[in-house]
């Protein structure tokens, strides 16, 4: 998995019991897996159809720093099925994983557009 951004738990990110809130969380997942798309599928129409069941292990604490990976699991004809898994760099404890999210590739009219490609790309490779 590769990991590809890290955030840090401010005070606005915590919930009552002093911890990330979890919402706050997959909101940073939710835009991570939409940039990692639309740099794939080289378009900046994408939307997100499907996550799996998200399966919350441990928590973070205000200062800690969450690292967020994701994999691609398969490129579909419109789509792209995602896997994530986030860590606390500061204790090494798995966050939270999602087994598969669905993001759609959209036409200039948000209807479901094929995408052609079948596989992972690398910016530096394309330049």
């Known amino acids: 998995m ?3 951004t890290r955030k840090w738990v401010k005070p606005e990110d ?3 019991n002093g911890t990330l809130f ?15 798309t639309i740099i794939q599928l080289q378009n900046p129409k994408v939307v997100t159809k499907h996550m799996s069941e998200i399966n919350f292990r441990s ?16 490129f579909g004809n419109t789509s792209v099925i995602l896997k994530c898994a986030v860590r606390n760099m500061m204790t090494r404890d798995l966050i939270i994983t999602i087994d ?4 759609v590739n959209l036409d200039e009219n948000g209807k479901p557009k094929a995408h052609g490609k079948t596989q992972i790309e690398f910016v530096k490779d394309r330049i």
Do not use: C
């Open 2 to 4: 590769r990991f590809h």
């Open 59 to 74: 928590s973070a604490r205000q200062g800690d720093i969450v690292e967020i990976g994701i994999d691609v699991v398969k």
């Open 100 to 103: 598969e999210t669905t993001m």
């Open 22 to 36: 979890g919402g706050k969380l997959l909101a940073w997942i939710d835009e991570e897996l939409a940039l990692y």
């Open 14 to 16: 915590l919930n009552p």
